[in-house]
Nanobody, 121 residues
């Protein structure tokens, strides 16, 4: 089993920045990703990274503003979020263990509990 613990969420004004962190209890292999969800909506894939090839993919809604990266020495995953908008407000989840379809939630084996991001206008 793998434990994932997110941190770094908070409240910021539009245009601000936050960095989310995810600490993994061990290396999982495969894709690691950040998802987000708001009440009443489906979980949305935001960004994913495949550490072995450093391949990354982003949803269109965050491309150019968010950056996903790993620190394999610390079993950590990060999401740098710049130029935040009110529509980025959501609970953000770290996920690990997908073999393909990196922005599809059902492919992931392990999930964190989430960290809240709130962006005010």
């Amino acid at each position: 089993q793998v434990q994932l613990v997110e941190s770094g969420g908070g409240s910021v004004q539009s245009g601000g920045s936050l960095r989310l962190s995810c600490a993994a209890s061990r290396v999982t292999g495969g894709w690691m990703a950040w998802f987000r969800q708001t009440p009443g909506k489906e979980r949305e894939g935001v960004a994913a990274v495949l550490g072995s090839r450093m391949a990354t993919t982003y949803s269109d809604s965050v491309k150019g503003r968010f950056t996903i990266f790993q620190d394999n020495t610390k079993n950590a995953l990060y999401l740098q979020m710049n130029n935040l908008k009110p529509e980025d407000t959501a609970m953000y989840y770290c996920a690990a263990g997908a073999d393909q379809y990196p922005l599809r939630p059902v492919d992931y084996k392990y999930w964190g509990q989430g960290t809240q991001v709130t962006v005010s206008s």
